[in-house]
């Protein structure tokens, strides 16, 4: 664990104490695909979740900038689509335990079905209405993010086994048909550097990629 993350964790174990259950560290920093500007993803999972918890996880993350949270009670585990607990495989545990159950192919494919219609609707209220194109490139960028969760979660459908990294991720689409649109948008999100300029530009351009993607999607 390096000292950003020794950090962290110890920051959000003396701010939240015996509330605290579970901490863990997920996203493209974990799996060794990050870039420069790649936040550290983490998971907070505590016993009671309130105004005061928010606030505190708020507190906690103001002070350690690079890091985005994803704050769940234990009731919010139970109450999770089962196809979600997938993104728990290769998250790397910071502080506590917490066992979930693999999800079926089944439980998978009902999530991506609900998400990937949710995904639809939200790109195109951007394409629709009036947004800053500052704002529409910062969202472009995390729908990059759930085409690669989508296809990624796609593979482990088919296969039964999740891919570890992006390019695992192309090299399963490339031995598959139909899937050129959404392997450039794996390789815009896997150069996101040299991509970041050109999404800020022209953002519609990306969001209209992107809302094709999920227009022709079906797990």
Partial sequence: MDKILSKFRDDAKAALGNNLICLVHHGSRAKCEAHAESDYDSIII??????KTIKTVQNLLQSNPGFTSYLLSLHDIKSLPKGHLLEFVYAKPLYG???VKTPTSEEVTQYLSHSRRDELFSIRHYLTLPHPSEKKAKTAYYWLKFVYVYLSYLAFIETGKLPATRKQTIAYLENRKGFSLGIKLLRILDNWPSYKDKVAKNPD??????EKFFQNASP
């Fill in 46 to 51: 505590v016993k009671k979740l309130n105004a």
């Fill in 97 to 99: 335990e917490l066992k």
């Fill in 205 to 210: 351009h990306y969001l209209f990629m992107l």
